[in-house]
Nanobody
Framework: QLQLVESGGGLVQPGGSLRLSCVASGVSLDYYAIGWFRQAPGKEREGVLCITSRGINTNFSDSVTGRFTISRDNAKNTVYLQMNSLKPEDTGVYYC?????????????????WGRGTQVTVSS
């Protein structure tokens, strides 16, 4: 059974950087689409960046364009979210999710397996 564990969150000042990791166990991620999602207090969960099994990125949130990048290392069964130039509005719980079906949009409803999330707080 696929299990996902996120790490790398924390408190960072505006303009700072963080790299989140999502490590999978139980199955190989080679054929899975992976997404990073976030949920701010009082808001719905939203897609941030997703990547297909072939390494094609899909971007849901225009607000992260040019600041966040997603990458995957199938040898390590790990997906990363590099976040630069962080803003207070990036604050939230960040989740990774995976789905083996094809043609996933970067929206929460299209991903079946989820991690428990890691908190990111951007504040001075």
């Amino acid at each position: 059974q696929l299990q996902l564990v996120e790490s790398g969150g924390g408190l960072v000042q505006p303009g700072g950087s963080l790299r989140l990791s999502c490590v999978a166990s139980g199955v190989s991620l080679d054929y899975y689409a992976i997404g990073w999602f976030r949920q701010a207090p009082g808001k719905e969960r939203e897609g941030v960046l997703c990547i297909t099994s072939r390494g094609i990125n899909t971007n849901f949130s225009d607000s992260v364009t040019g600041r966040f990048t997603i990458s995957r290392d199938n040898a390590k069964n790990t997906v990363y979210l590099q976040m630069n130039s962080l803003k207070p509005e990036d604050t939230g719980v960040y989740y990774c999710a995976a789905d083996i079906r094809l043609f996933r949009r970067c929206v929460p409803d299209e991903y079946m397996s989820w991690g428990r999330g890691t908190q990111v707080t951007v504040s001075s």
